[in-house]
């Protein structure tokens, strides 16, 4: 595969993700979702040699964290 192919292929499992968690914390607001993969998503490429399993390990740490995150900060107020 040519690394373009590879770029493309990332960047829509990066997207799906965020989708998901997206979608399964629908009552929150969707830039709250936004920001939070934003940063997860940032910090573990930063340092990513190998960068297949970063859109299930951002997931993860995205519904860890909205679902630590108290209701009044999720609801963007």
Do not use: C, W
Not at 35 to 45: H, N, S, T
């Amino acid at each position: 595969m040519s690394p373009a192919v590879l770029d493309e292929t990332f960047e829509k499992r990066m997207k799906q993700a965020e989708t998901d968690v997206a979608r399964e914390f629908a009552s929150l607001d969707p830039e709250v979702v936004r920001v939070q993969f934003e940063q997860v998503a940032g910090d573990l490429l930063r340092d990513a040699t190998i960068t297949d399993f970063v859109p299930v390990l951002a997931r993860r740490h995205v519904r860890d964290i909205l679902r630590a995150m108290p209701a009044t900060a999720a609801a963007g107020t």
